[in-house]
């Protein structure tokens, strides 16, 4: 089992144009000084919108991050292009995995931050099984095509009895046997693993059921983190889905969202530490059961799931930089790991001290953080010290308003000045 760092490319604005994917891939490509477990596959989330509510700027080199291929969902892929994509994508030297949305988006979803209702709308259209279970057919048979080594499907409607779920699932796992194809069911929200404990149920009730494990759902869905004296079930159900998981999405959710702002914010470091506790009991039942590989994909998303602020479709934080992070937790974390072997590439350990720094000073109540204006607040604060005082109390935001007031003040003295002097 080794180490396969996937990067998913939904999202981005680069699928809609086939001119630009062997500019996005080279991005991604892995170098020779990647990162690698031997017993663990890490992967990569590439999401952003072309608009102004992206947050994730895709510019960083690949060198510096170490990707050994690509995750796309077939919604995603301009009509009628999916065979050059995944050319491009072995040319570029990358391995292919798809994602399927049973009886959901018909058609590519809409970049424009306004159209996130009809986005969510088109997710899942339908609760008729048959229909599901012949768009996922259809599907799998494309995605072997394709040539792509493993699916992640978003499976079945969230409404269906347990009985309904576990004929959908088995008859899935016949479909995905006829196709030749490796596929994993995600514990995703109005899915049929929204929660826990129906997942284990139908674990226990599907052979050869495989799982994608994102368990930042089940926190956001069931509006908590598991592991407390009132989830006595926990410990049985997460070993339940680690013997069965190919697919980890490593993202944090918190009991009212599926994603945390940042993960190296000192407010989440309990949601953070948690999910990586339930990350190493996957990657150690993984390790045990002799697999060869498992894939790990830090997964925060774009608005939708990252936090935008009201009226100017400005999104907070960097996406780049929460899943940059995150990889680099989860490899620290696999270092403890008996018979896992994690390398972290300097670019990546860069990032990892630069944000738990920035924690750092703000739990020493520092609020410079490193943006500029952070930056800029410090200096104004020092500034006006000098003039009221070194023991004078300043707060930032005071500083900069002052300091901008006497700016404005200074700008209008010039002014009338060049007036009288014509």
């Not at 080794?2 to 981005?12: F, M, P, Q």
């Not at 000084?33 to 608009?51: A, F, G, H, I, Y």
């Not at 306004?114 to 259209?125: E, I, R």
Request: net charge neutral.
């Amino acid at each position: 089992m080794r180490i396969v760092l996937i990067k998913t490319v939904w999202g981005s604005p680069e699928m809609g144009s086939p001119a630009q994917w062997d500019g996005l891939l080279r991005r991604i490509k892995a170098s020779e000084e990647k990162m690698r477990l031997s017993r663990l596959v890490p992967t990569r989330t590439s999401w952003r919108q072309p608009t102004p509510c992206c947050a994730l700027a895709c510019t960083l080199p690949s060198q510096a991050e170490g990707f050994d291929g690509v995750e796309a969902a077939l919604c995603g892929i301009p009509e009628g292009a999916e065979l050059k994509f995944a050319d491009r994508v072995r040319a570029a030297g990358l391995r292919l995995i798809a994602q399927v949305h049973t009886a959901g988006y018909t058609g590519r979803p809409s970049a424009d931050p306004l159209a996130m209702g009809t986005n969510n709308q088109a997710y899942v259209g339908s609760q008729d099984i048959e229909e599901h279970l012949l768009h996922l057919e259809s599907s799998l048979w494309r995605c072997r095509d394709m040539k792509a080594e493993h699916v992640n499907v978003h499976g079945g409607h969230d409404s269906w009895p347990l009985e309904k779920a576990v004929e959908y699932l088995s008859r899935a796992v016949g479909i995905a046997e006829k196709a030749g194809i490796s596929i994993s069911h995600e514990t995703h929200r109005r899915r049929l693993m929204w929660n826990p404990w129906q997942t284990r149920s139908l674990a226990a009730a599907v052979p050869g059921l495989r799982i994608t494990a994102d368990l930042s759902h089940w926190v956001c869905a069931c509006e908590r983190v598991f592991g407390s004296d009132s989830d006595a079930e926990w410990p049985v159900i997460l070993e339940a889905v680690a013997g069965r998981t190919a697919l980890v999405h490593a993202r944090v959710g918190y009991s009212e969202g599926p994603q945390v702002p940042h993960p190296a914010a000192p407010e989440v470091a309990f949601e953070v530490k948690e999910h990586l506790s339930w990350w190493r009991t996957i990657v150690r039942a993984r390790v045990a059961a002799g697999a060869e590989e498992l894939f790990v994909e830090p997964e925060f998303g774009p608005p939708g799931y990252q936090r935008c602020t009201p009226f100017r479709l400005a999104a907070e934080g960097d996406i780049w930089e929460m899943n940059t992070y995150m990889a680099a937790r989860v490899v620290r974390m696999c270092q403890g790991v008996p018979g896992v072997v994690a390398e972290m590439p300097a670019a990546m350990e860069a990032v990892l001290r630069r944000c738990d720094a920035r924690a750092a000073a703000f739990m020493r109540g520092d609020e410079a953080d490193g943006s500029v204006s952070a930056a800029a607040g410090g200096v104004c604060a020092a500034t006006l010290r000098m003039v009221l005082g070194r023991d004078a109390e300043v707060s930032e935001a005071f500083a900069i308003g002052a300091v901008a007031a006497a700016a404005c003040c200074a700008a209008a003295w010039l002014v009338c000045g060049s007036a009288r002097g014509t």
